[in-house]
């Protein structure tokens, strides 16, 4: 997809589609006004007639409109006018995205950005439209038959872009939209791993993809075989991978573009490639769904392709630790010890709490680089799903104003997280008879229990995690890898680059 930024008058312009808003009410924007006056008013009759719901994304597509040159309009309702907010906003672009996703425009004029919005100025407004204009665009299709696939591309979508604004232009916003294109990008890639299923998608796919990204944007990588990862000393890693077929990985990103001291920010992502529970097996039902049990590390992925792409001034180190959980005559069994690279022992009493065994050997790995700090994304546990539904991300973390920030970005960004307590009193639920710890905290705080386990290992670091066990993917009709929170990361990459 290709984007440019214009001023011009909206009626004059030869497109396939031109995108506009309008209040619920009738009230217009600049650039619906213009338009409205060079049709002698059609488009303010239409929506007086009741033709635009008012809710925020309601579309109405008018085929042929006298007094424009682009062959169709789309007009988009940006609900109640002292309503308008960012929420209104992502929904009416979100729309749009479709529209311009299924239609049969090859190229579009958007109009949305232009819209004044309390907080915000054009920059952020053109961000957000490049990256779900572009996002909506995406499709996963790779594994369909030639035949199917064929007719699902049947040359539908907008692939050029023009994004309308009725200020001045300037060079700020040209790298917004960038960024945004380039945010959708990093997307794109997390949801194509995440989709992949877990035979194709095994952590030798997983390395692969790392190198390639490495080779494409020339930043160093590192991808450490099993032999390596026992010379670490990474027993508890090592204890998940026994029940599979496949090597683990464990794979060491550096993308060096900051001054050469200024300390690394560490993204870790769990990169379980497929988590059927291992011994301590899970039922059946939704089971497939296990096959995102790597969206952290393909988020971690995904962050280092849109932080190269828009260039960002930073250091970054990814580690992604990458493996199945599988059972098997040598998988670990509940009740085996197993020894850290920390030194620290943990018993397994529960198999299936793999995500954090995997974890908190990378996050000892993560001292080496001293870093800023270090975020590690993970889908971790069921119960963050319960707690906070597939809305937000869970965040937990050691320093408050590190979480703020993140909760922060996530506002920006609207990819959220939301903050639980990592209180010391939760840290008795994992006490163990045989070992330093277990793996598990009972029935109760399962999130945090799970996050206080992680804190055993990032005592020498700024640290804070973000469970993204129900943000990671959608199920039902709309099953499929969402990409987050790779907007959320990038936010919070983009400032710190521009802080520095
Ligand atoms: N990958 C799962 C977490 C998960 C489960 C994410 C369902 C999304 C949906 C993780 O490895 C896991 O199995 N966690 C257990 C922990 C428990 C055994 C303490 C869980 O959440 O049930
Ligand atoms: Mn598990
Ligand atoms: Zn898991």
Redesign the pocket.
Known sequence: MEFTIKTASPAKLKTGLLVLGAFAGGKLPALTAAADGATEGRIAHLIKRGDLDDKAGATLLIPELAGVHAERVLLVSLGKDDEFGDRAYRDALGAAAKALAAGPAKDAVVALADVELPGRDAAWRLQQAARIVADGAYRFDALKSDKDKKAAKKERGAKKLTLLLSGELGAELDTAVLQGHAIATGMALAKDLGNLPGNLCTPTHLADTAEALARQYKFEIEVLERADIEKLGMGSFLSVARGTHQPPKFIVMHYKAGKAKAKPIVLVGKG?TF?S?GISLKPGAEMDE?KF?MCGAASVLGTFKAVAQMGLPINLVGLIPATENMPGGAATKPGDVVTSMSGQTIEVL?T????RLVLCDALTYAERFKPECVIDVA?????C?VALGKIPSGLLANDDELAAELIRRGTESGDRAWQLPLWDEYQDLLKSNFADMGN?GGRYA?TITAACFLARFTKAYKWAHLDI?GTAWLSGEAKGATGRPVPLLAAFLIARASAA
Not at 379 to 383: F, K, R, S, Y
């Open positions: 379980i988590d529970g296990m049990d529960n299936d709490a793999e995500g889908t971790l546990t069921g119960a799903v598990i399962g066990a």
